[in-house]
């Protein structure tokens, strides 16, 4: 779970800025809470309001971009690209910072690091209690990279594990973290007691889901649809509940040379079926009308598309659309199932840039509200940023679930919670939000401005 983020410097956030899903003062909804881990309670939905070119996305820029740094990395001897604040040339010459803090397996821990073009300048890992930090690794750059892993090299006490361990430290580029590196060497093979590095990485890898507007999230789930009856179900159960208008769902054959692959890419997808010793494995092909998916039957490729299907008039035939035929509505739906799915499993940290779109108000408002009437005892979180202002009520959300993002005269992003509100608790605050009480609302000049449009011939 995501306990708070912190960035600065970098894209519209020149100071610090940080959003938090610790709970306030509220005792309402107390589902909206996770159980506490070693006293730490968080929210599991938030969701960021504000103007167009507020901040909203670009906070959601920032979390995507450490965690492809720390799973990525960057190229050997190669700049570290980012956009640091532009309003203002300091800004050009200072470093950038991000902070994670995380709850995972039973624990809380706080990861960040200070970075430049050139360099990580500072990176840190710490176990957070409530008797204060505990040191899990520490690294300043001043001529070179200097680390602390004292904690570590107690936990490893095998000459070879510690030698490993001092290695990897002198081995890390200036331009790489430390956690990439531990990622990319293997170390849990080599080092017994990694497990607090190992539950971060973890975290960024299974937990975090940051998905952008166009971004499909878990597409090879449509290919189980075949195979897995209870997805199936869910998948035809939900398209029903969202008046799709769907009545079913498939994989369809049909003939590769249809849809249009080049023949280099038909053999790169069969060279790499061949050297995998499994049944049923296939490969999926998204265009931006249609998902297919490729398999391999002795030695020859065959080729699926995923379909819906709906109920025809007077016969008990269905017809069959392509996803291209449906809505773009009905499309992010189909989308968003295997989120739904993953969400009410648990474990997973959802954050969405513009999860209304395409979506009808009630549609969206529907979804939050499934979510949280099914939460008690989920780890979960889904954390958006909208325009939807239908989901500002106090009926479906708390008041430390609803942020605002707004610029402030030097066009920097801030954040701001409802809870920083004196707000009772029984009234609508849409209103107040379109009217701009908490600001976050576009600030429009006088029409009398105009006057190069209304003179235009």
Same mark, same amino acid.
């Given at each position: 779970?995501?306990?708070?983020?912190?960035?600065?410097?970098?894209?519209?956030?020149?100071?610090?800025?940080?959003?938090?899903?610790?709970?306030?003062?509220?005792? =309402?909804?107390?589902?909206? +809470?996770?159980?506490?881990?070693?006293?730490?309670?968080?929210?599991?939905?938030?969701?960021?309001?504000?103007?167009?070119? @507020?901040?909203?996305?670009?906070?959601?820029?920032?979390?995507?971009?450490?965690?492809?740094?720390?799973?990525?990395? !960057?190229?050997?001897?190669?700049?570290?690209?980012?956009?640091?604040?532009?309003?203002?040339?300091?800004?050009?010459?200072?470093? &950038?910072?991000?902070?994670?803090?995380?709850?995972?397996?039973?624990?809380?821990?706080?990861?960040?690091?200070?970075? *430049?073009?050139?360099?990580?300048?500072?990176?840190?890992?710490?176990?957070? &209690?409530?008797?204060?930090?505990?040191?899990?690794?520490?690294?300043?750059?001043?001529?070179? *990279?200097?680390?602390?892993?004292?904690? =570590? =090299? +107690?936990?490893?006490?095998?000459?070879?594990?510690?030698?490993?361990?001092?290695?990897?430290?002198?081995? !890390?580029?200036?331009?790489?973290?430390?956690?990439?590196?531990?990622?990319?060497?293997?170390?849990?093979? *080599?080092?017994?007691?990694?497990? $607090?590095?190992? *539950?971060?990485?973890?975290?960024?890898?299974?937990?975090?889901?940051?998905?952008?507007? $166009?971004?499909?999230?878990?597409?090879?789930?449509?290919?189980?649809?075949?195979?897995?009856?209870?997805?199936?179900?869910?998948?035809?159960?939900?398209?029903?509940?969202?008046?799709?208008?769907?009545?079913?769902?498939?994989?369809?054959?049909?003939?590769?040379?249809?849809?249009?692959?080049?023949?280099?890419?038909?053999? +790169?997808?069969?060279?790499?079926?061949?050297?995998?010793?499994?049944?049923?494995?296939?490969?999926?092909?998204? !265009?931006?009308?249609?998902?297919?998916?490729? @398999?391999?039957? +002795?030695?020859?490729?065959?080729?699926?598309?995923?379909?819906?299907?709906?109920?025809?008039?007077?016969?008990?035939?269905?017809?069959?659309? $392509?996803?291209?035929?449906?809505?773009?509505?009905?499309?992010?739906?189909?989308?968003?199932?295997?989120?739904?799915?993953?969400?009410?499993?648990?474990?997973?940290?959802?954050?969405?840039?513009?999860?209304?779109?395409?979506?009808?108000?009630?549609?969206?408002?529907?979804?939050?509200?499934?979510?949280? @009437?099914?939460?008690?005892?989920?780890?979960?979180?889904?954390?958006? &940023?909208?325009?939807?202002?239908?989901?500002?009520?106090?009926?479906?959300?708390?008041?430390?679930?609803?942020?605002?993002?707004?610029?402030?005269?030097?066009?920097?992003?801030? =954040?701001?919670?409802?809870?920083?509100?004196?707000?009772?608790?029984?009234?609508?605050?849409?209103?107040?939000?379109?009217?701009?009480?908490?600001?976050?609302?576009?600030?429009?000049? &006088?029409?009398? $401005?105009?006057?190069?449009?209304?003179?235009?011939?």
């Amino acid at each position: 779970m995501l306990i708070r983020f912190s960035v600065q410097n970098l894209l519209s956030f020149k100071g610090r800025v940080t959003f938090s899903m610790l709970p306030g003062k509220g005792l =309402l909804k107390k589902e909206h +809470k996770t159980a506490p881990v070693k006293g730490v309670s968080v929210l599991k939905t938030g969701i960021v309001l504000g103007a167009n070119a @507020s901040g909203k996305s670009n906070l959601i820029k920032a979390i995507a971009f450490g965690k492809m740094l720390i799973l990525k990395g !960057t190229a050997i001897n190669q700049p570290i690209e980012y956009v640091p604040f532009k309003l203002d040339s300091a800004c050009r010459k200072k470093d &950038s910072r991000i902070e994670y803090e995380i709850q995972i397996k039973g624990k809380n821990y706080a990861y960040g690091f200070t970075f *430049n073009s050139k360099r990580i300048e500072e990176e840190w890992l710490y176990e957070l &209690s409530k008797k204060g930090e505990k040191k899990i690794f520490e690294r300043t750059a001043k001529a070179e *990279n200097i680390f602390d892993i004292e904690p =570590l =090299l +107690k936990l490893n006490k095998s000459s070879e594990e510690k030698q490993f361990l001092l290695f990897l430290t002198k081995a !890390t580029p200036d331009n790489q973290l430390f956690l990439h590196e531990i990622l990319t060497r293997r170390m849990k093979d *080599n080092v017994s007691n990694i497990d $607090d590095l190992q *539950n971060v990485l973890d975290w960024f890898i299974n937990s975090l889901k940051v998905i952008f507007p $166009d971004d499909k999230y878990k597409e090879g789930i449509k290919s189980e649809v075949t195979n897995n009856e209870k997805v199936q179900r869910i998948y035809e159960e939900l398209l029903r509940y969202f008046d799709t208008g769907i009545d079913g769902i498939c994989l369809k054959d049909v003939e590769l040379s249809k849809i249009g692959i080049p023949e280099k890419v038909l053999q +790169k997808i069969k060279d790499d079926l061949s050297n995998i010793k499994s049944d049923n494995v296939r490969s999926l092909l998204s !265009t931006q009308e249609n998902t297919y998916f490729i @398999s391999i039957d +002795k030695n020859k490729l065959k080729a699926q598309k995923f379909m819906t299907k709906h109920q025809v008039k007077g016969t008990s035939k269905p017809e069959y659309f $392509d996803t291209a035929d449906e809505s773009d509505g009905t499309n992010r739906i189909i989308d968003y199932i295997p989120l739904i799915i993953d969400l009410l499993k648990g474990d997973k940290v959802f954050i969405i840039d513009e999860m209304e779109r395409s979506l009808h108000p009630n549609l969206i408002y529907d979804l939050f509200d499934l979510f949280l @009437s099914h939460c008690d005892g989920v780890t979960s979180q889904l954390i958006i &940023s909208t325009h939807e202002s239908s989901l500002l009520t106090q009926k479906l959300l708390r008041k430390d679930e609803i942020w605002f993002a707004v610029k402030d005269e030097e066009g920097a992003s801030q =954040l701001h919670s409802l809870e920083d509100y004196n707000v009772r608790f029984d009234k609508e605050i849409r209103k107040d939000y379109l009217l701009g009480r908490f600001k976050g609302v576009p600030r429009l000049r &006088s029409r009398y $401005d105009l006057t190069e449009l209304f003179n235009f011939k």
